[in-house]
Structure formats: structure tokens, C-alpha cells
């Protein structure tokens, strides 16, 4: 697949809240706070450590930049204008203390307690592009957008990118994502106290591809390791990957593979992370093995890296190591059982999820969702359900699954 036909993910996902941003920018209607603003916990030492106000920006402007972006379909959701705060807050990685930082935007003018939603970020490479780096007219996260609808939105930065960039991007890693987005939700409830807005208990999490880990990895934690004071209502996962073993040996089964970037961080990540320090030309040739550290940096976005790399695997990987993946040798076994150790495919979920997944989905295996479902069907999982969408490929689903998560939210929220 050709990467630009990838990179309209991206295009597609954000180029609503980017024209948002512009017309904002340009006076169309926004409206913005003349000070930053800074919000702080009323008894410091929890989660929250402050909150700056990033300003507002208004229904009508949301609708015009919906329809002008080619997606009037959401403009019909949209009612109220929003307004944005960057958040830092206290959480750990590797067990030690870091301040971390994420999105918030809720709904001005309106007058009932409003819920929750929970958002797994995308998956994204430069530090510009992190939700909290809110930036006009340059970087908007969509689902910002939504608060538009009427709910709290809560977007995590993932580790690594915005207050934490100092740090190497945990990847697919289900302790350090889940502990991040729970220790953001606490942070969450104690802005919102202090600014004193008007929630609601009810809370919605969800996330799309990257996302989509993350939110399951985050309920699959809630659940089985009960976080004090939070319960999830329902969640709503789409175009995820949640075997990563498959999903590795997916990207590998072939001689090409159009992502290298994907593959490329994560075995970086894998090797930062876990502290075993092998060089990088275990895992990749030269001049690449060289180039991934820089690459990595913050400064390149996907569509750069993958430009820096070779979408050809014989090329671009280790060929001993390469093989030994195909042929699930023991030489790479503590890599699989890393992987292996990740994924969040086989457990019980209790409350309400629904799994959502591209049918002709050509970067993450529809069968990889399809699995996933019927793994906690034969587990005794009552709560789960699995909705295939016939049409498009992952960019395509994508932009369906947004509409059908938050049209399912709001039958739930009545």
C-alpha cells in the first residue's frame, strides 16, 4: 500500500480540527481567553498539578470547518463551543515520579451534569503533533471536538511526547499506558473540582487503532486491578491490535511492509523500555540502525521517518533476526514473551464493550478484533460486542467508527 494513502489518516482524523483552528485563528468565530489562565488543585500533592487555559473555540466555527472539511455529518452533533485546557499532572514511569500532560475540553453554556469521555490517542511521532501542544493553526486533536457534543473529554498525551518527552515512548506497553490514563483520569476529577464543573458519574472511554490499544489495555486494568473511585460505563475500541504477537508477525509475513515507522518504534521502545540494552543492529540493518535514534527525536513526524526508512524488511531488518521471527525461533523469545505479556486479546471484560473493526482493513488485521471477541465470548464475557464495518479500509473505518462510538455514548447517556 502506498504510504500517502496511509498518511490520509491522518489528513482525514485532523483535518477537521485543523480548519478549526484556522478559521479560529483567522477571527472566524473562536474567541480566546486573553491570559492563560492557570487552574490548581484545591489541596495540592494529588494527581493535578495545574491546568493553563488554551482558550475557546465556538459551535459555529466547529460546524463551518465540519462542512468545509467534507464531514457535514458531524457537524449535526456538534452544539455547544468548547473550551481547552493543557493538564499536568503527577504520574510514574519505569516506578519513578514524572509529570506527564494531556488535553482537556468540555462544553461551555450547558446546563446539564455532563459525562465523560476518555480518549487513547493516535498514534503519533512528532512532539508537535501531541494533543497539548495545542497550537494555531498547526495541531488540533479531532476528538477535542467532540466535547462539542456535550462531554468532558479527557486526551492523555502518551508518555514520551508533551511534558514527558525526554522520555522513549512505551509502546504498546499495558502497564505504563494504563497506569497514565488512569493517574489522568484521578487528575481529571480534581480540575474538575476545582473549576467546579458540572459532571456527571457516567464515563465512556474510547480510542481508534493505536487509541484503541490504549483503551482497552486502560479498561482491561480498571477492571481486573480496581481503581478507587472509577468505573467505566462503556467502551468502545475500534482498529486496535490487541494480539501483538500476530500483529507483529502480520507486519512481517511478507517481504514489504509500508509502515516501517510502526515497526521501527516499536522494538526501540521494547529495547528502552525493558532496559535491554541491545545494540540496535540486533534488530535492524545499516544505515538505518544509525538513523532510528535520531528519527525518534521528536522533531520527525511518520510520513518523514518512513521517508528515512525502506518499506522492504530484507533491507531494512536483520536477517538473523528477521528469520528467526518467521520461524518462531527461541532466539527471540524474550521479545515474544514481551509481546506476549502486552496484549490485551484474553481476558473477561464485565462491563459494556464493543469492539468495531474495518473488514477490509489493510494495516491491522480485521481478524485480529474477530479473534479478540471470541476469545472473551468463550471466556464468559456477556457484555461484549463485535460490529464489523463493511466498507473502506482502516482510513475509512476510522472516520465511521468516531461516529458510531459516540452515537452508541449517547444512547447510553439519554
Known sequence: MNYVKHQSLVIKIFLLGVSVIFL????????SDSTNTK?????????????????????????????????SQFSKYMKYTI?????????????????????????TGLSDSMPTMIV???????????????????????????????YLTLIPDMLGFGETKDKVFPMRNYEHTANAMIDFIYASEEFVKAIKLGVSGKKFLTGYSEG???????????????ASGISID?????????????????EIINTTYDFPSDIAMLLYSYNSMYDWNRPLLDFFNEPYASRIPVLFNGEYNRQEINQQLTNSLDIFLNNDFLNNLRSDSDDELVLITALSNNSVDNWTPKSLLSII???????????????????????GSTSVTFTPIET?????????????????????NP
Request: glycine residues 14%; negative net charge.
Open 234 to 250: 462503556a467502551t468502545a475500541v475500534g482498529g486496535g491490535g490487541y494480539n501483538l504477537v500476530n500483529i507483529l508477525k502480520n
Open 83 to 107: 473550551k481547552l485546557y493543557k493538564i499536568k499532572y503527577n504520574t510514574t514511569y519505569k516506578g519513578q515520579p514524572i509529570v506527564a500532560s494531556g488535553l482537556i475540553s468540555y462544553p
Open 120 to 150: 487513547g490517542n493516535y498514534q503519533s511521532y512528532a512532539d508537535k503533533d501531541t494533543p497539548s501542544e495545542f497550537d494555531f493553526p498547526n495541531n488540533f486533536t479531532f476528538f477535542a471536538a467532540i466535547a462539542s457534543t456535550g
Open 212 to 226: 484503541g490499544y490504549i483503551a482497552m489495555a486502560t479498561l482491561k486494568m480498571i477492571e481486573e486491578r480496581p
Open 24 to 31: 479560529f485563528a483567522c477571527g472566524g468565530g473562536g474567541g
Open 357 to 379: 473493526h474495518g473488514r477490509n482493513d489493510e494495516i491491522i488485521p480485521f481478524s485480529d478484533s474477530e479473534e479478540t471477541y471470541n476469545k472473551m465470548v468463550a471466556n
Open 392 to 412: 473502506g479500509g482502516h482510513v475509512d473505518s476510522g472516520i465511521e467508527f468516531i461516529e458510531i462510538a459516540v452515537l452508541w455514548f449517547n444512547s447510553l
Open 39 to 71: 487552574v490548581l488543585p484545591i489541596t495540592p500533592g494529588g494527581y493535578l498539578v495545574e491546568g493553563v487555559s488554551l482558550g475557546k473555540v465556538s459551535v459555529s466555527t466547529i460546524k463551518l470547518a465540519a462542512e468545509s472539511a467534507g464531514y
